[in-house]
């Protein structure tokens, strides 16, 4: 049965005079690594002058998502699950994950402000508008640019300071303005598009950790022990992946 978790949000004072943000990150984490839990740190870091972190939220892609490589999302939750427990503040959310079909990304930020702010209402007596902002890398952002991928409303709220926001992550090679300066809807809400700077380099992907697993070469700190424990475990990525979608 589906709970929205809350055991790591953080009640907003009041009196501050910064806003209550949330910070999603959402994506297939097939499997997760380091770097997915360093951007949601380092979004962190960059909205704490101006906001109050009270929490953050990975959303992994349900298994309608069209990716052949893809794995089954019990495989893939119960691995940012178990990368999260020493966490304090970042939580997972099942809404997306749990689904047969796919979500679009603006729907599972909706969900999740929308909870936020009913649990502080009911269970905080605190009545106030939470921030929600996506914490994405480079190559999402220029998935904005492939026709008919996203539609128009989307990036606009997802994009827009005066709905979401994005907190971009570069990876080394990306040009983020080149990205913004072609799509008229990005270029409108650039404002609203928050370029974090990346101070330590980190380009580990799950690409890169599912070729190693299938090289029989070593993933040790690449991604976090106990993801890399059940990966073990379970056998898991050995293989060219078979679409186990097929079988539904």
Known sequence: MYDFSVLK??????????????????????????????????????????????????????DGYD?????????RTTMVELSIEDSDWIMMDRFESDKPIFTPTRQVLDHIKLNVENYLKSNKNIICNVNVKLVCGADLLGSFNIPKLWSDNDMDLLSSKDNFGIAVISRSGSNLNDIISINQILTKNKDGIHLVPVDITNDVSST???????????????????????????????????????KL
């Open 9 to 62: 949000l953080s009640t907003p004072n009041i009196n501050d005079s910064r806003k209550p943000l949330i910070l999603v990150g959402t994506g297939s984490f097939n499997p997760i690594t380091y770097m997915h839990l360093r951007m949601m740190e380092m979004a962190k870091d960059y909205f704490k002058n101006e906001y109050q972190v009270i929490g953050g939220y990975l959303s992994p892609v349900g």
């Open 67 to 75: 990716k052949k490589t893809l794995i089954e999302s019990s495989h």
């Open 208 to 246: 890169k950790i599912r070729e190693k697993i299938r090289n029989n070469l070593s993933i040790k700190y690449l991604m976090p022990d106990k993801a890399l424990n059940y990966i073990k475990s379970n056998n898991i990525y050995k293989t060219e992946i078979p679409d186990f979608r097929n």
